[in-house]
């Protein structure tokens, strides 16, 4: 269920394996979220990732997997990624002496002494790490959090800091504080380097190349996978599901299987089931939310906009959180080198203010704000813009989010032939990789092996570095 890169995945190893597999997914495309967006013009055909994917794992098994579906697709980008911070720019993830320099002296030595101060008080009497603002607290100090983490963080979940999860920046940022900056960037690590990672891979034509073309070897394995057929009803007798109902062009149907795999939506899962679950765990469905992300897309007569992979730009006058420049990522997602293009994402939720206004009304903000408050480009440089709404993005660690989260996975756990995967489908903010990873996984599972999907993305390394023996240049993975 699902054909974004977790179902995929799947579908994919149990084609190489000869298991007869069917792929039910809802949209007229595979790629989900991971998907590339092709638009035609005058000019010829620009490609637009849903906000820019790269591709990133420490985990060998899935590097290989990723090279051998993009194959001679294969390239690697230079990772320039930066924070846009009152007119300067500052990297990202934060490497401490520029982000020190970038704030000045003065500052920078109130963030030191908060810091010192913070690790004290944590010393004499620890306080729990329980929301996103403890945690951002805990690692970096009160200045440097309120100055490069408060903002951003609101903006993308469109909450202050102080009611999200903590578990969001343990699992995005976990190893990483102010102290293991610092002294990194004083004394550097011998033995094994520590790296921030500063070039990724990625699919030439897009990183919908990716699901595309495990689609292209599933269906060239002899299994199917049905577009325009959303999952409707999931039916259950017992601890086994039966079957499922999906609606297609031509009405509803049933479909069965010995085995079931889910990447649509956990909560969405919770409440087909049929019969219904008890309405705890259909409260539960409903305690959980997500954010949603519009990218606005803009087509330039321009050469290039700025040299960054991505651009973060956390002024709250700014309506969007993010953007980046796909040329910058492959030169196959312009028409021609004369023309480039951009990315702008923002985050938002289904009836607030973002989501309410027009495609005409977000392209024209966008062109404003990029013009009048960041001057990077000219209005006359704009030869087309266009937006694409993707629901149900991000899955969100509201407070308290836990306690519906395990409710509705116990419940789905009963069920033994049921596995879920993915991002929404397991309601963790999974990136492709450990998307593809419980893919993979419960692939593997089917072809008789054990693996537990819960323990994907639980490791406690922070997800941007990689301890290696050589130079990731060198290594290359
Ligand atoms: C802005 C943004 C930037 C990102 N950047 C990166 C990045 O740089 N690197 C990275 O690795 N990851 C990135 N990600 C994450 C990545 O997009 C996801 O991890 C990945 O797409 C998840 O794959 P999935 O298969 O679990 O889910 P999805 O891609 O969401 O696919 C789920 C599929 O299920 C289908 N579906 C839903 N309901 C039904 C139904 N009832 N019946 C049938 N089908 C249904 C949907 O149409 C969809 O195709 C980013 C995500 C966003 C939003």
Same mark, same amino acid.
């Given at each position: 269920?699902?054909?974004? *890169? ?7 190893v ?16 595979v790629g989900?979220?991971?998907?590339t967006?092709r638009?035609?013009?005058? @000019? ?8 820019? +994917? ?7 098994? &899935?590097n290989a $997997? %990723?090279?051998?579906v993009?194959?001679d ?19 990202? *993830?934060l490497?401490?002496s520029?982000? &020190? ?5 003065v500052?920078a030595?109130?963030?030191?002494a908060?810091y ?5 008080? !944590? ?6 790490v329980?929301?996103?603002e403890?945690a951002?607290i ?10 490069? %983490? !408060? ?7 469109g ?6 999860s ?7 940022s976990?190893?990483?504080s ?5 002294k990194?960037a004083?004394?550097?690590?011998k033995?094994?380097v520590?790296s ?6 990625? *699919? ?14 599933i269906i ?6 049905? &577009? ?12 086994r599901?039966v ?5 297609t062009?031509?009405g509803?149907?049933? =479909? ?8 649509i ?7 087909i089931?049929?019969?219904?679950p008890?309405?705890?765990i ?7 939310t ?21 651009? @973060? =730009? ?8 993010r953007?980046h420049?796909p040329?910058?990522?492959? *030169? ?13 994402? @923002?985050?938002?939720? %289904?009836g607030d203010h973002?989501?309410s206004?027009?495609?005409?009304e &977000? =392209?024209a903000?966008?062109?404003?704000? $990029?013009?009048?408050? $960041? ?5 006359d440089?704009? =030869?087309?813009? %266009? ?9 969100a660690?509201?407070?308290?989010y836990?306690k519906?989260?395990a ?9 033994d ?9 397991t309601?963790r903010?999974?990136?492709?990789? +450990?998307?593809?990873?419980t893919?993979l ?5 089917i072809l ?5 999907l819960?323990?994907?993305n639980?490791?406690?390394e922070?997800?941007e ?11 290359r993975?």
């Amino acid at each position: 269920m699902g054909a974004g *890169p977790g179902g995929l995945c799947s579908a994919y190893v149990l084609s190489k394996a000869g298991v007869p597999t069917t792929v039910l997914e809802k949209a007229p495309f595979v790629g989900g979220l991971a998907r590339t967006i092709r638009r035609q013009t005058d @000019y010829g055909e620009f490609r637009f990732d849903i906000g820019g +994917h790269r591709w990133f794992t420490k985990n060998d098994e &899935l590097n290989a $997997l %990723f090279r051998e579906v993009v194959a001679d697709e294969l390239l690697w980008v230079n990772r320039i990624s930066r924070i846009y911070f009152d007119g300067k720019y500052v990297d990202y *993830p934060l490497k401490i002496s520029n982000a &020190l320099k970038a704030i000045g002296p003065v500052v920078a030595a109130k963030a030191m002494a908060d810091y010192g101060r913070t690790r004290v008080q !944590q010393r004499i009497s620890p306080r729990a790490v329980e929301s996103m603002e403890d945690a951002y607290i805990d690692q970096f100090g009160p200045t440097l959090y309120r100055l490069f %983490f !408060q903002r951003y963080s609101e903006k993308v979940w469109g909450l202050p800091c102080d009611q999200m999860s903590g578990d969001w920046v343990s699992q995005r940022s976990k190893g990483m504080s102010l102290v293991t900056a610092v002294k990194d960037a004083v004394v550097p690590t011998k033995g094994k380097v520590v790296s921030l990672i500063d070039e990724f891979m990625y *699919p030439r034509g897009g990183f919908g190349r990716f699901s595309d073309r495990m689609a292209d070897a599933i269906i060239g394995a002899g299994n199917d996978i049905r &577009l325009n057929t959303g999952v409707e009803k999931v039916h259950r007798e017992g601890n086994r599901v039966v079957g499922v109902t999906v609606s297609t062009e031509d009405g509803s149907k049933r =479909v069965e299987a010995d085995n079931y795999i889910s990447s649509i939506p956990l909560t969405l899962l919770a409440k087909i089931m049929d019969p219904a679950p008890s309405a705890e765990i259909l409260a539960a469905a409903d305690a959980l939310t997500f954010r949603n992300i519009i990218t606005v897309n803009l087509m330039l007569k321009k050469r290039q906009v700025t040299p960054d992979t991505w651009l @973060y =730009v956390h002024d709250r006058n700014i309506l969007f959180g993010r953007f980046h420049e796909p040329k910058n990522w492959s *030169p196959v997602m312009v028409p021609s080198d004369d023309l480039t293009s951009l990315v702008v994402e @923002y985050f938002c939720s %289904f009836g607030d203010h973002i989501w309410s206004m027009s495609e005409e009304e &977000l =392209v024209a903000q966008t062109v404003r704000h $990029l013009v009048d408050d $960041l001057g990077f480009i000219t209005p006359d440089e704009v =030869v087309g813009g %266009f937006t694409i709404r993707a629901p149900r993005a991000y899955p969100a660690y509201v407070i308290g989010y836990e306690k519906p989260l395990a409710r509705i996975r116990e419940f789905i756990g009963e069920l033994d032939n049921l596995q879920i995967i993915g991002r929404y489908g397991t309601f963790r903010y999974n990136n492709t990789d +450990h998307s593809i990873e419980t893919g993979l996984l419960a692939a593997k599972n089917i072809l008789g092996e054990s693996h537990d999907l819960d323990q994907v993305n639980a490791d406690d390394e922070y997800h941007e570095i990689k301890r290696v023996a050589e130079p990731v240049a060198a290594g290359r993975t």
